[in-house]
């Protein structure tokens, strides 16, 4: 039983990285109906942010140690702030060309975006893993047999405050009510007086700026670093988000933790190396019995 | 609203024209034609001289002149005569290099093969397929696990590399369709996303069902295929059988292409609902594409593991996928000459400059070809998408399509 537990939990913490990140794929869905194929990379990036931001007062600063948390803080903001920029750029030089083009173009176009990242940092990294500074102690809460580290506690609580912070920008203030306006039908938005561009640039940097955010985090608690980081956990949260229905917030969320938790109890039932392939058989499932998604409300003409 | 529209406008109009101008257009063409006497016959006959002259001319602008001529050649027409010189070339100019640059050779007539399949794919019936490293890795094993013997990690079966390669493509095929039928409903985004799930869990197997593909470490002392007698030992022979295969495949496509079958993938990819309201059978089309793409694939894996002699899972990574998938767009989508002339780009060019640096400034880039041809690639999608959506060679039909949409497009948004 207590193996469960653990199991639970530790899905619980993974499950959160997928919830946030998996909201940046709805967003930018739910306004462009197109899949930002280099979310993953922008977590990848904000997790190398974090890991230079730390580095940095590791060597040649005692912060770390005296003021945790103001280092801490520091290195997620940059990671938002490096993964919100790559986001705008991204979006105007790879993706408003084309929001005209067939649809395979941006789709391609974000593919080839992702290539890039990726491939820049392997070069800057020269393709070795970055391993993290101890900012958190390594020691476990434990009871029993369960064993929860310091950073799951801190992973979970702030994924949560992500939600609920995203979730108010989304529900009250304006740009997240234009956002929604975008999302259920752009013609009609402009019509009203939104500014379309400039509220699809706020989808992409609302995206990332989660996604920055939840990299840094994740680095801490998983320690390495690596180029190629991003892309398992993208195409993870993107399940999450077909799970939940893609273009719904509350769905992306509910896909998130379910995946997390899903995959992480089910290595008790098919060992560790078959992860990816639940979650892969998720998708796929998913998408040929319920392309609206578990938590989605059925639509027409959808995928 | 139609192509054919303002083709027919075009021919109209120049009905209409008064005889002096339409003179000179004649004129114009006699220009054209003594471009192509230039394309067709000058520049073949640099390249055979660069080849001819190792030592005076080094193999990387020799190969330069090949791409250059490959484009020119190509998109100056499809005729027989400019493909019969580009063979001639790609047959001839290897005898004259050394065994790194017929490795490069190697590499890329089994991309432009695989880039061949895949263009069945996405090209003519426009389904993106991320997975292809599926059908590859089929194909692959296939040969690896009947032709090596038990402690290489295979079954010893001893099958000859002639019999495994028709078995590969009817399994790959197989494969295809097993893989494609429940992606039928899938369209754009997710059909793309859940392919590069199947080929990651394709990978996942190889590399976990010990008992099956020996794991991780995979499978070695894969035989050599023989000729008549011959044993083919070196990459640099079996070259040759992948340039015959490379053609083969190239005319069977574009004959079906042209075929009943490849109007309806036209039709498909042009729009499914309307393709199958009039009549075809979009089901059946579309795992045909599947089918066909994935036999070539299982071909083009049978090539591979033969020259390799050792295989292992890390070989049929995503990185396999995306590099044919980038030939196939870079060169230009829906024909067979943009995946040639593209394998020559991605491919080629990255180990011809492997070891070209640039010093500029403060930036010192070594290695080019090698580190960064990832990196490269990643920015020509991106850049060949905003500039031109086609790719460098595209089929008549399939550039005529990413331009109308968008002009459709716009006049919607007025």
Redesign the interface.
């Known amino acids: 039983m207590q193996e469960w537990i653990q199991l639970f939990i530790d899905g619980l913490t993974i499950g959160g990285v997928y919830a946030v990140i998996a909201l940046g794929y709805t967003l930018v869905y739910g306004v462009l109906r197109m899949i930002n194929f280099a979310h993953g990379e922008l977590f990848m990036m904000g997790a190398f942010t974090g890991y230079y931001t730390l580095n940095g007062f590791e060597k040649h600063s005692s912060l770390n140690d005296q003021v945790p948390v103001f280092t801490i803080g520091l290195a997620i903001v940059l990671g938002m702030v490096v993964a919100v920029v790559l986001a705008i750029l991204m979006e105007r030089i790879a993706y408003r060309p084309l929001r005209h083009a067939p649809r395979l173009a941006p789709l391609i176009s974000a593919i080839g975006v992702s290539i890039f990242l990726r491939n820049v940092m392997l070069r800057v990294t020269e393709a070795q893993g970055k391993v993290y500074p101890a900012v958190f102690p390594r020691t476990t809460i434990e009871y029993g047999q369960i064993h929860v580290l310091y950073v799951q506690i801190f992973l979970i609580t702030l994924s949560l405050v992500f939600l609920l912070l995203l979730y108010l920008f989304i529900e009250r203030t304006k740009i997240g009510t234009a956002i929604r306006a975008v999302a259920e039908d752009r013609g009609t938005a402009a019509l009203m007086g939104i500014n379309v561009d400039r509220t699809i640039v706020m989808t992409f940097v609302a995206g990332a700026a989660l996604a920055g955010a939840s990299g840094v985090v994740y680095g801490m608690y998983v320690t390495t670093v690596t180029s190629g980081m991003g892309f398992i956990p993208g195409i993870k949260a993107f399940t999450a988000a077909v799970l939940g229905g893609i273009g719904s917030v509350p769905g992306a969320v509910a896909g998130g933790y379910f995946l997390g938790i899903t995959e992480s109890l089910t290595t008790k039932v098919f060992g560790a190396q078959y992860k990816d392939v639940v979650a892969f058989v998720l998708l796929v499932g998913v998408l040929i019995f319920r392309p609206w998604g578990i938590f989605g409300k059925r639509e027409d003409k959808r995928a | 609203m139609s192509g054919g529209g303002t083709a027919r406008n075009a021919m109209r109009d120049l009905r209409g024209l008064p005889e002096r101008v339409r003179s000179q257009m004649r004129a114009t063409r006699g220009g054209a034609a003594v471009v192509r006497f230039g394309h067709y016959v000058l520049l073949p006959v640099l390249a055979v001289a660069a080849g001819l002259a190792p030592e005076h001319l080094s193999i990387r602008w020799a190969f330069l002149a090949i791409v250059l001529i490959a484009y020119v050649m190509l998109r100056a027409s499809s005729s027989l005569f400019g493909v019969a010189v580009l063979a001639a070339t790609l047959v001839v100019l290897p005898h004259y290099m050394d065994t790194f640059e017929r490795g490069i050779m190697f590499n890329i007539a089994l991309y432009a093969l695989l880039g061949i399949g895949l263009n069945v794919v996405v090209g003519y019936a ?1 389904l ?1 397929d ?1 997975g292809y490293v599926a059908f590859f890795a089929t194909g692959a094993y296939l040969y690896a696990l009947l032709a090596a013997p038990i402690r290489g990690g295979g079954f010893d079966v001893g099958t000859s590399f002639w019999l495994v390669l028709p078995m590969a493509m009817v399994l790959a095929a197989l494969v295809g369709v097993v893989l494609g039928i ?2 039928l ?6 059909l ?3 392919t ?3 080929g ?2 394709i990978r ?2 190889a ?2 069902e010990t008992g099956l593909t020996n794991g991780p470490v995979g499978v070695f002392q894969i035989p050599k295929p023989h000729f008549f007698g011959q044993e083919l030992a070196t990459p640099f022979e079996l070259y040759f059988v992948v340039i015959a295969g490379c053609f083969v495949a190239a005319f069977a496509t574009e004959r079906v292409r042209d075929s009943r079958v490849g109007r309806a993938w036209e039709a498909i990819r042009e729009d499914e609902d309307v393709a199958a309201s009039m009549g075809v059978n979009t089901t059946f089309y579309k795992l045909l594409a599947f089918a066909m793409g994935a036999a070539i694939g299982g071909a083009g894996g049978v090539f591979f593991s033969a020259k390799q002699s050792a295989i292992d899972p890390t070989s049929f990574n ?1 990185d396999v996928s ?1 590099n044919v ?1 980038a030939l196939v ?1 870079i060169g230009g989508m829906g024909n067979v000459r943009g995946v040639l002339l593209g394998a020559m780009l991605l491919i080629g060019l990255p180990d011809v400059l492997r070891d070209f640096s640039i010093d500029f400034l403060f930036v010192h880039l070594s290695n080019l070809g090698a ?2 041809r ?2 490269i ?7 060949v ?2 500039l031109r ?1 086609q790719g460098l060679l595209a089929s008549r039909r399939r550039a005529l ?2 331009q109308q ?2 002009i459709l ?2 006049e919607l ?1 007025t």
């Open positions: 426009g993106l991320l429940p992606v409903r899938l369209r754009g985004d997710y793309a996303i859940v590069l799930g199947f990651e869990i996942i197997m590399n976990n995503l995306i998938l767009i580190d960064y990832l990196v690639f990643g920015a020509a999608l991106v850049a998408m905003v959506p399509e990413f949409t968008e497009e716009s948004a």
